[in-house]
Nanobody, 115 residues
């Protein structure tokens, strides 16, 4: 059974940083494309960043230059380093992967950017 567990969210002031982690179990992590999504209240869930099994990355325009996605295959974990955080980054952040014709999601972690 594939499981994704996020951690690392919290309250941070504008301009601050957080690092989110997503631990994956139940499958061969190194072969997976991984993504981080976020959903603010009343809005749709949007892709923030993704990383392929080979390490190629992709970012939403709104986070380019501020967020970095990375992976550690030895730890079965994907990370999202978030710098220069803005109030508009406030959302629940989810990690996701696609395997055997279905999406798998974590439970989400809340990120709040506020002074």
């Amino acid at each position: 059974q594939v499981q994704l567990v996020e951690s690392g969210g919290g309250l941070v002031q504008p301009g601050g940083s957080l690092r989110l982690s997503c631990a994956v179990s139940g499958t061969i992590f190194s072969t997976l494309i991984m993504g981080w999504y976020r959903q603010a209240p009343g809005k749709q869930r949007d892709l923030v960043a993704s990383i392929t099994s080979g390490g190629s990355t992709n970012y939403a325009d709104s986070v380019k230059g501020r967020f970095t996605i990375s992976r550690d295959n030895a730890k079965n974990t994907v990370y999202l380093q978030m710098n220069s955080l803005k109030p508009e980054d406030t959302a629940v952040y989810y990690c996701m992967t696609y395997l055997n014709f279905r999406n798998y999601w974590g439970q989400g972690t809340q990120v709040t950017v506020s002074s």
